[in-house]
């Protein structure tokens, strides 16, 4: 298996612009979730999915965020407006069902710069 | 709420030797699950050792153990015969239910440098 795959790697953008990182799980993860890494704050866990249902998105920061899982094999995490203060690197990970969720699989992370 | 702490901002340790990095945490949950991570300057987050805490026996993988004492509610993890690819960024994380849901929480890391 490829792993857990992210795109785009890097993502330079502009304030006010809005950016949408995707993500494709492991086949048959059927747990998804979406962190943020940033100096200050380390890794802040944002949303989560199971089974495509988001099932805990309180560390989603504002309302600027949104995650998506439309099918099993994507997810995006949307900000929109975007602000310096969104810069950070963004992984996603997948984990097996319950039983297995607790070992989580990272992708390589997608390093996003707003200026 | 559940925490995790990691005191030790950095690290060095001689290729060869062995070093012990800290992890204390805080749940009133019995039955959770513990991991320590490793990212590297890649930046990839990668799983080194994993102890569910209903195990008395603690994890080990290749050069690197933990020691799991549960009471104390401590988890450092230790690295036999470092070698220059350790050097990395460690993180030591928590996951457990709460109000019916899972938390995933992860320690702020320990910067870890292995000298030639």
């Known amino acids: 298996d490829a792993g857990v795959i992210q795109s785009p790697r890097h993502e330079v953008t502009e304030m006010g612009q809005e950016v949408t990182l995707r993500c494709k799980p492991i086949?048959?993860?059927?747990?998804l979730f979406w962190y943020r890494q940033t100096m200050m704050r380390g890794l802040e866990l944002l949303i989560y999915?199971?089974?495509?249902?988001?099932?805990?998105d309180s560390g989603m920061p504002e309302d600027r965020f949104s995650a998506k899982m439309p099918n099993a094999s994507f997810s995006t995490l949307k900000i929109q407006p975007s602000e310096p203060r969104d810069s950070a690197v963004y992984f996603c990970?997948?984990?097996?069902?319950?039983?297995?969720?607790?070992?989580?699989?990272f992708g390589p992370g997608t390093r996003l710069l707003v200026l | 709420a559940q925490t995790v702490t990691q005191s030790q901002p950095e690290m060095s340790v001689q290729e060869a030797e062995t070093v012990t990095l800290s992890c204390t945490y805080d749940?009133?949950?019995?039955?959770?699950?513990l991991f320590w991570y490793k990212q590297p300057p890649s930046r990839q987050m990668i799983l080194v050792i994993r102890?569910?805490?209903?195990?008395?026996q603690n994890a080990t993988e290749n050069r690197f153990s933990v020691n799991f004492q549960k009471a104390a509610k401590s988890f450092s993890l230790k690295i036999s015969d470092s070698q220059l690819g350790d050097t990395a960024m460690y993180f030591c994380?928590?996951?457990?239910?709460?109000?019916?849901?899972?938390?995933?929480?992860f320690g702020t890391g320990t910067r870890l440098k292995v000298l030639a």
């Open positions: 994380a928590f996951m457990g239910p709460t109000s019916g849901t899972y938390k995933y929480i």
């Open positions: 990970a997948s984990s097996l069902p319950a039983g297995g969720l607790e070992t989580q699989y």
């Open positions: 999915f199971n089974n495509n249902v988001p099932i805990d």
């Open positions: 749940t009133s949950e019995s039955n959770y699950y």
């Open positions: 086949s048959g993860h059927d747990y």
């Open positions: 102890q569910e805490a209903y195990k008395q």
